[in-house]
């Protein structure tokens, strides 16, 4: 299958996931609930990096771009009409950093629909107590694996891009057709990505340890999830979406 194909058919599984909830006006709230849960716990288990040069702008970027609440369906729907013209406009790195992209935005999407199926199941819980009851309820431990795998493996994609020559400036030659063409949302998730990781780039294995950083705390945290003591992981759920003293 070639690339464009692919894009397009994650993208339709994409809107038929958000059609599914968006005929159910308290699923829909459910799934918006987990996407903002996500986000907040996000941000506190990375808050040292947010508040710390140079991982600052590429911790930002995940939480904004992959760990977000942000309504993506202009962007994929950006994402579906350019989906071709990756291929004949762009070197084949960053068709697959597209196809990466729409794979965890696919597989993230569908286990925060699950999730809300059960969320909303306990509306008398804290949102510690919600997530993880619906988190263990979901299960699927492989799938969960594979959307951190994903996540990862896209941040050394877009490392790897900043190494590929001219590619900045082609970048930039793209912003006003994009634009015009009504791919500025894609556009900017790219310039960003290729920004984001050139910063960090530049402090000798400063990527590597924002990405092995991501890679253990998210796997420490996958193992409360499914194994520790309801209260110990609520605890310390509910510390992550604390504010900063």
Same mark, same amino acid.
């Given at each position: 299958m070639?690339?464009?194909?692919?894009?397009?058919?994650?993208?339709?599984?994409?809107?038929?996931?958000?059609?599914?909830?968006?005929?159910?006006?308290?699923?829909?709230?459910?799934?918006?609930?987990?996407?903002?849960f996500q986000a907040r716990r996000f941000a506190g288990t990375y808050r040292d990096l947010l508040q710390k040069e140079p991982f600052a702008q590429a911790a930002r970027f995940f939480l904004d771009e992959l760990y977000s @609440? =942000? *309504?993506?369906?202009? !962007?994929?729907?950006?994402?579906? %009409?350019?989906? &071709?013209?990756?291929?004949?406009?762009f070197p084949k790195p960053v068709v697959q950093t597209a196809m990466s992209l729409a794979q965890l935005h696919l597989l993230t999407e569908t286990l925060d629909?699950?999730?809300?199926?059960?969320?909303?199941?306990?509306? @008398? =819980? *804290?949102?510690?107590? !919600?997530?993880?009851?619906?988190? %263990?309820?979901? &299960?699927?431990?492989?799938?969960?694996?594979?959307?951190?795998?994903?996540?990862?493996?896209?941040?050394?994609?877009?490392?790897?891009?900043?190494?590929?020559?001219?590619?900045?400036?082609?970048?930039?030659?793209?912003?006003?057709?994009?634009?015009?063409?009504?791919?500025?949302?894609?556009?900017?998730?790219?310039?960003?990505?290729?920004?984001t990781f050139a910063a960090m780039g530049r402090q000798t294995g400063a990527t590597a340890y924002f990405l092995d950083t991501v890679s253990r705390r998210e796997t420490r945290l996958f193992d409360d999830l499914f194994e520790a003591e309801l209260v110990a992981c609520e605890t310390q759920l509910s510390q992550l979406l604390a504010p900063p003293r």
């Open positions: 070639d690339a464009s194909t692919f894009i397009r058919d994650l993208i339709v599984q994409v809107a038929q996931l958000r059609e599914t909830a968006d005929k159910n006006p308290e699923l829909a709230q459910a799934v918006g609930a987990i996407k903002r @609440e =942000k *309504n993506y369906t202009r !962007r994929d729907a950006q994402f579906a %009409r350019i989906a &071709g013209a990756l291929e004949r406009l629909l699950a999730m809300a199926e059960h969320w909303r199941a306990d509306p @008398e =819980k *804290n949102d510690a107590a !919600r997530y993880i009851s619906a988190w %263990r309820a979901v &299960g699927l431990r492989d799938q969960r694996n594979t959307q951190l795998a994903q996540v990862l493996a896209l941040g050394r994609e877009l490392d790897q891009l900043t190494r590929t020559p001219g590619l900045r400036l082609m970048l930039k030659m793209m912003r006003g057709p994009a634009n015009l063409a009504g791919l500025g949302d894609l556009q900017r998730f790219l310039e960003a990505g290729f920004d």
